[in-house]
Every structure is written in structure tokens, then in C-alpha cells.
């Protein structure tokens, strides 16, 4: 579905109120429940358009030295002790806040396909790369699959579609635990988002 402006200018205001009123939650959700209708799978799925090439883009996800600086929460910095982002590789990572707190993570990447998706697993660890559970939500699943595609919405724009989804056995509880946290997970990758926003104004 599309709809056009008289002018530019207009088209530019309406994005930044639809993107102020929270406008993109919508298709998010209706993603998810033709995610379920559909298949059965529980999953969370959010959307992000950047004016920016879809080559930009790609460079974001898959350079660490881009990567680090942008998707760890609102709050906290990113560093790869380990980043290895190709197709079987791994990373092993930490995050960091002011307070002192320090959550280690790490991936494997199953898929990566130049210059519009990305799929990798991603597990709590740690400081050994030991697989552990979430420091503060201690029934989140073991294993999530993140998959990022990429689109091309015009010569210098990208639309970027995060779905997150447990990835392999889980139990009732951690899959509830997964269904109640969509709410945060949004105000997280939101966060993210806005920081790889003006990370992109500042390259």
C-alpha cells in the first residue's frame, strides 16, 4: 500500500510524524500475526527505513567497526573481542554501561547473502563463551535466530526488517517469557535504530 504528497517537503514531514506516532508498529504487528496465521511460529518483527544506500546498509551489519557502535541498547557500548562475520563464523562480544554491568553475547552466522540478508543464531555467555542465560530474565530461550533483510525503497533509502525468534528447543515458559518481552524488545531495537540513525548522519 502507497500513497503520494504534493511536494517532497510534505512527503518528508509525514515520515517523521508517522515515525514520531510510532507508525511502523502497525505492519509489525500485523507481521507477526501473518506469522502465526500462517505458521504457527511465534515471532517478533520490526521495520526501519534509513536514507541510505541498500550498500551502506549492508556495511552496517556486517563491519565490525560500524556494528559495534550502534546496536548495543540505548545506554550501554558494544566491543567484539572475537568478530568473524561470514558464513559459519562467530563473534563473541560484550556490552557495557556506565554503572559497570557487563553482558557477554556471541552469534554464529548461517546465512549472509550480499547486499540484503543476514542470518545468524545469538546466545548469553560468559566471559568464557560459556552458554548462560539472560543476566536479568533468567526463563529467556537459550538460542535466538535474528534474520535482517534488506530492501531497496529508492536509490539512497533502505528499509531494514529485524524478525527475532527462539532458535531450537525451548520450554512453554521461555516461549511465554519470548510472547510478554515483545513490548521491550520494540523499545530496544528502537533504541538501536536511533543510534545507527545518527551514526549514519555523523559517517
Not at 6 to 16: I, L, Q, S, W
Not at 159 to 171: D, I, L, N
Request: aromatic share 12%; glycine share 8%; with cysteine.
Amino acid at each position: 500500500m502507497s500513497f503520494a504528497l504534493a511536494t517532497p517537503e510534505a512527503a518528508d514531514e509525514m515520515r517523521k510524524f508517522i515515525k514520531k506516532a510510532g507508525g511502523e508498529a502497525t505492519w509489525d504487528r500485523l507481521a507477526e500475526y501473518l506469522e502465526v496465521e500462517g505458521s504457527g511460529k511465534e515471532k517478533f518483527v520490526i521495520n526501519r527505513s534509513f536514507e541510505v544506500p541498500i550498500e551502506t546498509m549492508f556495511k552496517m551489519w556486517t563491519d565490525p567497526k560500524h556494528f559495534s557502535k550502534w546496536l548495543a541498547p540505548t545506554g550501554f557500548n558494544m566491543e567484539f573481542i572475537r568478530a568473524d562475520i561470514q558464513v559459519g563464523g562467530t563473534t563473541f562480544y560484550f556490552m557495557s554501561n556506565d554503572a559497570g554491568m557487563k553482558i557477554y553475547g556471541r552469534t554464529k552466522y548461517l546465512e549472509i547473502k550480499n547486499p540484503d540478508t543476514l542470518v545468524y543464531s545469538q546466545q548469553f555467555c560468559d566471559e568464557n563463551e560459556n552458554a548462560s542465560r539472560h543476566p536479568m530474565v533468567p526463563t529467556w530461550p537459550e538460542t535466538m535466530l535474528t534474520t535482517v533483510k534488506l530492501f531497496e525503497e529508492g536509490h539512497d533509502s533502505t528499509r531494514v526488517t529485524v524478525t527475532w525468534e527462539v532458535h531450537g528447543p525451548s520450554t512453554k515458559e521461555e516461549l511465554e517469557t519470548f510472547i510478554r518481552s515483545k513490548g521491550g524488545m520494540t523499545v530496544g531495537w528502537t533504541g538501536s535504530f536511533d543510534k545507527l540513525e545518527v551514526y549514519l548522519e555523523n559517517l
